[in-house]
C-alpha cells in the first residue's frame, strides 16, 4: 500500500483538490491526513511556501475531526466513582484514604482530592496518578 505522501508527493494541484472537499470520517482516514499533513509541513518547511494553503485545509479538517471525536477526560469525582463500582467500593470501604466526612464532601462537590488522596487512591486502586489530575 503505497503512503499518502507517496500519492501526492509531486502533484499539488492534486492536493489543493483533495484537499478542498476532504472530509476525515475514520481513524484510518485520519491517518492518511496526519501522515500527509507531515509530510507537506516537511516540504512548507524546505521552501515550499506555496503548500501553506493546503496545509491550512488539511489541518482544519483534522482538528475537526479530532474535536468531533475527542474524549474528555472525566473530572476526579467521576473517576473515583467509577472506580468504586469497579471494585463494589462505598464510602467506608475509603477509610484508609480519608476520614468519612472528607470522602463524602469529595464524593458530593465539597471539597477536590488533594495530592495525598491521590496517592493513596493509586496504590489501593492500582492506577495511574493521571486519572485523579
Known amino acids: 500500500m503505497s503512503s499518502a505522501?507517496?500519492?501526492?508527493?509531486?502533484?499539488?494541484?492534486?492536493?489543493?483538490?483533495?484537499?478542498?472537499?476532504?472530509?476525515?470520517?475514520?481513524e484510518e482516514e485520519l491517518n492518511i491526513a496526519l501522515e500527509l499533513y507531515e509530510s507537506l509541513l516537511d516540504r512548507k518547511n524546505a521552501?515550499?511556501?506555496?503548500?501553506?494553503s493546503v496545509l491550512e485545509i488539511l489541518g482544519d479538517s483534522?482538528?475537526?475531526?479530532?474535536?468531533?471525536?475527542?474524549?474528555?477526560?472525566?473530572?476526579?469525582?467521576?473517576?473515583?466513582?467509577?472506580?468504586?463500582v469497579q471494585h463494589n467500593h462505598n464510602q467506608s470501604d475509603l477509610a484508609d484514604i480519608a476520614p468519612g466526612s472528607v470522602i463524602s464532601n469529595i464524593l458530593h462537590g465539597k471539597r477536590e482530592l488533594n495530592?495525598?488522596?491521590v496517592r493513596k487512591l493509586c496504590r489501593k486502586y492500582k492506577v495511574s496518578a493521571d486519572l485523579f489530575l
Open 5 to 26: 505522501a507517496d500519492i501526492f508527493s509531486d502533484n499539488e494541484s492534486i492536493i489543493e483538490m483533495w484537499s478542498d472537499f476532504l472530509h476525515i470520517r475514520s
Open 62 to 84: 483534522i482538528e475537526k475531526f479530532e474535536r468531533k471525536y475527542s474524549i474528555e477526560k472525566p473530572a476526579p469525582v467521576e473517576m473515583l466513582k467509577f472506580l468504586m
Open 47 to 52: 521552501g515550499e511556501d506555496h503548500l501553506i
Open 115 to 117: 495530592i495525598n488522596h
